[in-house]
């Protein structure tokens, strides 16, 4: 059974860095689609990003800028990094199984999501 | 971009009542790319149904999902204590967004 598990730090300075990282264990990365997503408290879902096994990436365009997911397939990792993070940023991060193409067909769902990991933004 | 709207914000039930929740998207969407999801307080979200209509393994038959072009419904026929929670649509028609969510509180 595939399980997600997201690590890094709960608290970041303003105009400073954020970088997550997401093990995958009981299955493989490749084949798949790999998501972040964040929810600010008391606020809904907002999708980051996500980057497939091929190293393919898309961004929430509101994010573009300051986003970067990258892949570790020897490591069975995935990562987020935004950058110049605000209060604004603070939100519970969570990552997700995102899909994946098989025989000509792809099937767009996040089916495994981490627990999720708080992150505050505050000096 | 696909913008979701979702209604109403708020539904008050009392179990054993009927839920339908309502998602329209901004533009045409096939329904291949339309999925739910349940969240419960302090949990990830759980996936219900993906292509609009297919039920994810181990959700009950009391819901279901349909829905086409821009208007999306999912129903709970009989609502479950454990079925209150907060409902999400997602699509993957551009990129991906969330629609901002109903609640399904008890009454």
């Known amino acids: 059974q595939v399980q997600l598990q997201e690590s890094g730090p709960g608290l970041v300075k303003p105009s400073e860095t954020l970088s997550l990282t997401c093990t995958v264990s009981g299955g493989a990365v490749n084949g798949y689609y790999w998501s972040w997503i964040r929810q600010p408290p008391g606020k809904g879902l907002e999708w980051i990003g996500y980057?497939?096994?091929?190293?393919?990436?898309d961004y929430n365009p509101s994010l573009k800028s300051r986003v970067t997911i990258s892949l570790d397939t020897s490591k069975n990792q995935f990562s987020l990094i935004l950058n110049s993070v605000t209060a604004a940023d603070t939100a519970v991060y969570y990552c997700a199984r995102d899909g994946y193409y098989s025989r000509g067909i792809t099937y767009y769902y996040m089916d495994v999501w981490g627990k999720g990991t708080t992150v505050t933004v505050s000096s | 971009e696909i913008v979701l709207t979702q209604s109403p914000g708020t539904l008050s039930l009392s179990p054993g009542e009927r839920a339908t929740l309502s998602c329209r998207a901004s533009q045409s969407l096939s329904s291949r790319f339309l999925v739910w999801y349940q969240q419960k307080p302090g949990q990830a979200p759980r996936l219900l149904f993906y292509?609009?209509?297919t039920r994810a393994t181990g959700i009950p038959d009391r819901f279901s999902g349909s829905g086409s072009g821009t208007d999306f419904t999912l129903t709970i026929t009989r609502l479950e204590p454990e079925d209150f929670a907060v409902y999400y649509c997602q699509q993957y028609g551009s990129s991906r967004t969330f629609g901002q969510g109903t609640k399904v509180e008890i009454k």
């Open positions: 980057i497939y096994y091929s190293g393919s990436t």
């Open positions: 292509g609009a209509s």
